[in-house]
């Protein structure tokens, strides 16, 4: 039986050989349907089993009577299984549903935000100084004082590292990127690891020096900021300009359109750090693949998120490099973590009123037609 695909920067279209009449009479009675019904490619393992990761009901191959799915181009062999899932609901009565929620996770978040802001803020400031004036210079010399600094730095966010690398790494691994061996981790990993490499050279070299450049040392901050920044907009450059995927992205195989920069930073980071797990990953695409709203949103926040990051970095390294040292060092450790939790407060509500106005204009164009 033949297959027809469309590309994946449209949006699904609804299977109409086995539809069923609807049963509501009002848009309200709509929004009152079950959600939709996923059937979801299991996971290919090492030795060519399938695992069903969804829950809900085991992996089949795909039935579509009319062969009518949203595809994006991708290597299709045992080495790279398809990585798309199938939507099921005849009548679209809602969105793909992303099954997922940060209501149960709040305390998980509160409370690892607040080691990171122990760790990456309040740890430099306090030990630098604590030791620089609570200390004689002949107690402790310039050089010792941030060599300690630097050497604790970092304590939480490594071993966060080395957890989320475990998590991807372990053989059945429930979180692991689709159609990827377990090698490659996830995207977010790869770049988290080049950011390190960077924030490492800076404080080896900043601490080499009998006396330590502290301006330097108040950088790494900043240079990760810009890194991302920069990363967000160029993928979402190469996007607009139709470029395929240069490399594997997360879930999306080399050679497929790209989509929005920090669409892999939402994969990953809710599939292995927020426990959503593969499942989550498939959902993510079947939702992105489904909606013109749910697209354009990720476009402007990817803008939202890169511009900020590059006018944080650029705003920091200035005043690094032109106050005093020690106004300049706490600026550097302090300035990019309150743009991002300002970014963060403004962007969970324009999502939220963002995905009410995705589910209004689709119950109510499905409604109409």
Sequence with gaps: MATNFTPSTEPLRPSTAN???MQASTPRELRAQPSTTLEVPGQQGIDGTIENTTGTRPATPNTNPTGVASHAPSLRNAGYPHTQVVFTDADFVQPPPLNYSLQPRKKAIF??????FLDCVCMPLGLYFGMWYGLTRD??????????????????????????????????SNCRVIGAERHYLDWFHWNLSVGWFFVMIELIVGTCPRNPPIRLLAMPAP?????????????????????PAP??????????PLRPGIYAYIEDI????????????QRLNLRYQASKEFREMLHRLTLFWGFGAIATSALCTVLIFTIQR???????????????GVFTSITIPWVQRSLKHEYSCWTEARWKA
């Excluded at 490399?247 to 497929?256: E, T, V």
């Design 19 to 21: 539809s069923t009449e």
């Design 247 to 256: 490399c594997r992205i997360s879930s999306l195989p080399m050679g497929a």
């Design 111 to 116: 409370w690892f935000w607040t080691l990171i």
């Design 326 to 340: 020690d106004a300049a060092y706490v600026i550097g450790w302090t300035v990019p973590f309150i743009w991002a």
């Design 139 to 172: 107690q402790l010399s310039a050089n010792a004082v941030f060599s300690i600094s630097t050497a604790l730095l970092g304590t939480v966010s490594i071993a966060e590292y080395i957890i989320r690398f475990m998590r991807l790494w372990r053989k059945n």
């Design 270 to 281: 809710c599939a292995v750090d927020g426990s959503g797990g593969t499942e989550f990953r």
């Design 223 to 243: 240079t990760m900021c810009f890194a991302i920044g920069c990363e967000l907009l160029l993928v979402d450059l190469l996007r607009c300009l139709k470029v």
